[in-house]
Every structure is written in structure tokens, then in C-alpha cells.
């Protein structure tokens, strides 16, 4: 069993920056992708970005792309989510998810989820 651990959100001031982290438990994380998904109350989890086994593929919602970048260390089982120039619009609980044989922004594709992180940001 893989567990997912999220950390690094919090409040921050509207352009400013955050890093999420998320640390996988087990011997086989550099056998699958990862992603960053997030949601609001009272909507459905929408994806951010995923990236795939190697590193090598990344991929993004337009709503992030050129702001947020995502990246991963396998040697360190960790998944990262650079976030800049953040917009209050970004406000909500950011998961990591693993466990798809690709990056992609299908949620049904991952297996493992983390309990979310709170990101806020303040206009």
C-alpha cells in the first residue's frame, strides 16, 4: 500500500509563491506518474498538473501553465508543486495522487490520493 503524505500549503498574499510537496511511502515511485489535483467546496476536484514516470513529461491545466511547475525526485519518493504569481482564483485543498501508468488528467487513473493540503491566497 502506497500512502501519500502533502505538505507545504498555507496563506499567502495574491502574487506571491508557495511550494507543495508530497512524499510517497514504498519502493515503487519512480513506477508510476503523479499529479496535483485541487478542489473548491461544493465543486468537483479539478486537475492541476501530472507529471510522468521519469520526469521527463509534464502536463498542466491552461488555468496554471506558466505559473505553477511540477516536478519530482525519485531517489527522494517526491513529488513538488511550484506555485507562482498565485491568484486568489488558486484558493483551495491541493492532492497529490499516484499509482496511473501515465501523467494525465483523468482522476479515475490514480490509485493513491494524499489527505490535501490548504492553499489560500489573499487578495
Known amino acids: 500500500q502506497v500512502q501519500l503524505v502533502e505538505s507545504g500549503g498555507g496563506l499567502v498574499q495574491a502574487g506571491g509563491s508557495l511550494r507543495l510537496s508530497c512524499a510517497a511511502s514504498?519502493?515503487?515511485?519512480?513506477?508510476?506518474?503523479m499529479g496535483w489535483f485541487r478542489q473548491t467546496p461544493g465543486k468537483e476536484r479539478e486537475f492541476v498538473a501530472a507529471i510522468s514516470k521519469t520526469g521527463g513529461t509534464t502536463y498542466y491545466t491552461k488555468f496554471v501553465e506558466g505559473r505553477f511547475t511540477i516536478s519530482r525526485d525519485n531517489a527522494k519518493n517526491t513529488v513538488y508543486l511550484r506555485m507562482n504569481s498565485l491568484k486568489p482564483e488558486d484558493t483551495a485543498v491541493y492532492y497529490c495522487a499516484g499509482g496511473s501508468s501515465i501523467a494525465t488528467s483523468n482522476p479515475v487513473q490514480y490509485d493513491y490520493w494524499g489527505q490535501g493540503t490548504q492553499v489560500t491566497v489573499s487578495s
Open positions: 514504498g519502493r515503487t515511485f519512480s513506477s508510476y506518474a
